[in-house]
């Protein structure tokens, strides 16, 4: 560009300031004006929102949560009825040498094969075969699983206690028709020598 195409953009952008200036306001539109320049400041309104918008906000979550409900897969295996049963079994030990306690398990819930599962504290050993011995643990709690009617293991269940204590031994066996928990505390005191 050259400088003479300047001056006349110039000349035309002052021409139209000046024009502008020149303007005659209304006289209504100044004093509504300056009316509102001396009115307190008014509080605005959010501006409205489309209904539509306002729905997505409240249905949104409730959508998702239905959509999770639905794409849940379904449990493995449904049980039909759960039962807890607890008992207290005293226990006394002879002079020197092992006691063994009897659990009787409420098996009888159960149409179908069920899976046991024993935990025991250490100092109880489980005596689940008549020929063989007791298995005896060595940690702070043993763990025990197998199926009800596969071998035959002996009901009730013994425990073989060698020291006075208080143990708490849980089982639960669950099939598709019920799930059971039981809780067994075995008060195991020794027998009193007798006196000489």
């Given at each position: 560009m050259n400088s003479r195409d300047d001056r006349s953009a110039d000349d035309r952008l002052d021409r139209s300031l000046h024009a502008l200036r020149h303007v005659e306001v209304p006289e209504a539109l100044a004093r509504r004006a300056l009316a509102r320049l001396d009115a307190p400041e008014r509080a605005r309104r959010p501006a409205p929102r489309a209904a539509w918008f306002t729905a997505v906000l409240y249905?949104?979550?409730?959508?998702?949560?239905?959509?999770?409900?639905?794409?849940?897969?379904?449990?493995?295996?449904?049980?039909?009825?759960?039962?807890?049963?607890?008992?207290?079994?005293?226990?006394?030990?002879?002079?020197?040498?092992?006691?063994?306690?009897?659990?009787?398990?409420?098996?009888?819930?159960?149409?179908?094969?069920?899976?046991?599962?024993?935990?025991?504290?250490?100092?109880?050993?489980?005596?689940?075969?008549?020929?063989?011995?007791?298995?005896?643990?060595?940690?702070?709690?043993?763990?025990?699983?197998?199926?009800?009617?596969?071998?035959p293991h002996r009901n009730p269940l013994q425990v073989v206690v060698s020291e006075p204590g208080r143990y708490v031994i849980h089982v639960t066996h669950v099939s598709p028709s019920a799930s059971v928990r039981e809780r067994f505390v075995v008060l195991a005191r020794r027998r009193a020598v007798p006196a000489a």
């Open positions: 249905l949104a979550p409730a959508a998702g949560a239905g959509a999770l409900l639905l794409a849940r897969p379904p449990p493995a295996v449904t049980v039909g009825r759960e039962f807890s049963h607890a008992s207290e079994i005293t226990l006394e030990l002879p002079h020197s040498g092992d006691g063994v306690a009897e659990l009787a398990l409420t098996t009888h819930h159960h149409r179908y094969t069920a899976h046991v599962r024993v935990e025991l504290p250490s100092g109880v050993a489980l005596h689940l075969d008549s020929d063989g011995p007791p298995s005896a643990c060595a940690q702070t709690s043993c763990v025990h699983h197998w199926r009800t009617g596969a071998p």
